[in-house]
Nanobody, 120 residues
Framework: QVQLVESGGGLVQTGGSLRLSCTAS????????MGWYRQAPGQQRELVAD???????KYADYVKGRFTISRDNVKKTVTLQMNSLGPEDTAVYYC??????????????WGQGTQVTVSS
């Protein structure tokens, strides 16, 4: 069974930083694109950033220059470094990954989400 487990959320003041991590575990053959989405109350889930298996990142316009995504293919982790946080970044952040697993199928898996709250 494949699982994605996130860590690193919390409460921070405006202008502060947080680092989110997500580790994949289970019967995994290949991990393709990994990424982070977020969902604020009453809003749709939206892409924050993702990174291909070759390490090519992609960012939403509203986080460019503030957030950095990285991955470690050996450790099966993806990390989101978030700097210059503002109240608008308050949301539940979800890790996702495209995984080819022992079930012999490929699909997107999701973590349980981690709360990020930025106080003004």
């Amino acid at each position: 069974q494949v699982q994605l487990v996130e860590s690193g959320g919390g409460l921070v003041q405006t202008g502060g930083s947080l680092r989110l991590s997500c580790t994949a575990s289970g019967s995994i053959f290949t991990i393709y694109t990994m990424g982070w989405y977020r969902q604020a109350p009453g809003q749709q889930r939206e892409l924050v950033a993702d990174i291909s298996s070759r390490g090519i990142p992609k960012y939403a316009d509203y986080v460019k220059g503030r957030f950095t995504i990285s991955r470690d293919n050996v450790k099966k982790t993806v990390t989101l470094q978030m700097n210059s946080l503002g109240p608008e970044d308050t949301a539940v952040y979800y890790c996702t990954a495209g995984i080819f697993a022992a079930t012999a199928s490929t699909r997107n898996y999701w973590g349980q989400g981690t709360q990020v709250t930025v106080s003004s």
